[in-house]
């Protein structure tokens, strides 16, 4: 999602900063210097990215920052993460203050072409739905004929549910509220019957109730949201977060994750040939180390440190979470599994 006056704002800043075509390597360059790389997330995403006791970001998309880190500085504790709010992430892309953001961002076809921002790998294949109060006896968004729908202010979200109304020949109203954490309390005030976001703002948001168990996501998914890594235009960082995501998919269909991948390094000869490729010194892997600047070992690091995708996605959304996601059957699944996730071969 994205207020419409963004759009001229990212679009000033890369006239200001004179962007041209991302050249190889100065980011990349910047971040093994440093010694740090700097990812955004949102500042309060339950499940995605929450500060825990120490104020340290933990979730789903905070593990991506690790990710890259571990992929790129062979430690994923360098990932320097900040919390910050929608519109300052994309702005801090585009202005050189931030090195990649993951914060449930869609990837559209107006923020692509932005010349200040580059969109690497989609995370999660999300959508728009709603969110009500089991008491209010609703199972279908086609129910909500003539509801008040908590929705952000000046955000995509509403064009959303302008056009799914539209199409069903139903009114609505809305109730337009800026500020998160009062459009939240609307909602569970009951001020609005239904709370409009994205379905993994949603599965977040719930928890955020008294009593989530209270509140259900009705099943209509009414918009594509593909939620993607982004960060600064940088041929050799988009190549390195790129394919540090590769090897997490790739683990996670060869069923290698970080508890049981130091047992196959040990005995590598005995591992399929794909594994071999993943892990072993003379392997793809460590063939494409040297072509991108990254750590000989930075598939293993990969997972050994922050795990493989689906490792990820149980230990912060999964069935065994207060959310109780699951992969089967939706667009996150492997794409052997009917889903959109797709392994690029490292070979």
């Not at 900040?82 to 923020?111: C, N, P, W, Y």
């Not at 020949?169 to 569970?188: C, H, P, V, W």
């Not at 071999?276 to 072509?291: E, I, T, V, Y």
Request: glycine share 8%; net charge neutral.
């Amino acid at each position: 999602m994205i207020r419409p006056s963004l759009a001229a704002a990212l679009v000033c800043a890369a006239s200001l900063l004179q962007l041209s075509e991302a050249k190889a390597g100065p980011v990349l360059d910047e971040i093994k210097s440093s010694g740090k790389l700097i990812c955004l997330v949102s500042p309060s995403a339950p499940g995605f990215s929450i500060p825990d006791s120490k104020g340290v970001f933990r979730g789903f998309n905070a593990d991506f920052c690790r990710m890259a880190a571990a992929a790129i500085l062979g430690d994923a504790s360098k990932a320097d993460i900040r919390g910050v709010g929608f519109s300052d992430a994309l702005k801090s892309l585009v202005s050189r203050q931030a090195h990649m953001a993951s914060r449930s961002i869609t990837e559209t076809g107006t923020r692509s072409a932005d010349p200040g921002l580059a969109f690497v790998a989609t995370t999660f294949y999300d959508g728009q739905g709603f969110m009500v109060s089991k008491s209010l006896g609703v199972k279908s968004a086609k129910e909500l004929k003539g509801a008040t729908i908590c929705a952000e202010d000046g955000s995509t979200t509403l064009l959303n549910i302008a056009d799914w109304y539209a199409a069903q020949g139903m009114s609505y109203k809305i109730e337009n509220i800026a500020d998160k954490t009062a459009r939240l309390q609307a909602f569970y005030a009951g001020k609005c019957d239904a709370y409009a976001s994205d379905l993994t703002a949603l599965a977040a948001d719930r928890q955020l109730a008294k009593d989530p168990d209270s509140y259900e996501i009705l099943p209509e998914v009414i918009s594509a949201e593909p939620l993607t890594l982004a960060t600064q235009p940088d041929d050799e960082l988009q190549k390195a977060v790129r394919w540090a995501f590769a090897a997490m998919l790739n683990a996670d269909e060869l069923g290698i994750n970080s508890g049981n991948v130091d047992k196959a390094v040990a005995d590598l000869s005995k591992q399929p040939k794909a594994v071999q490729r993943l892990f072993a010194k003379d392997g793809a892997a460590a063939d494409m180390a040297a072509k991108l600047k990254l750590p000989a070992d930075w598939a293993y690091q990969v997972v050994k440190q922050v795990g493989s995708y689906g490792e990820v996605f149980d230990r912060n959304l999964g069935p065994a979470t207060p959310f109780k996601l699951k992969r089967e059957g939706t667009q996150n699944a492997s794409v052997r599994n009917g889903g959109l996730m797709y392994a690029y071969p490292i070979r």
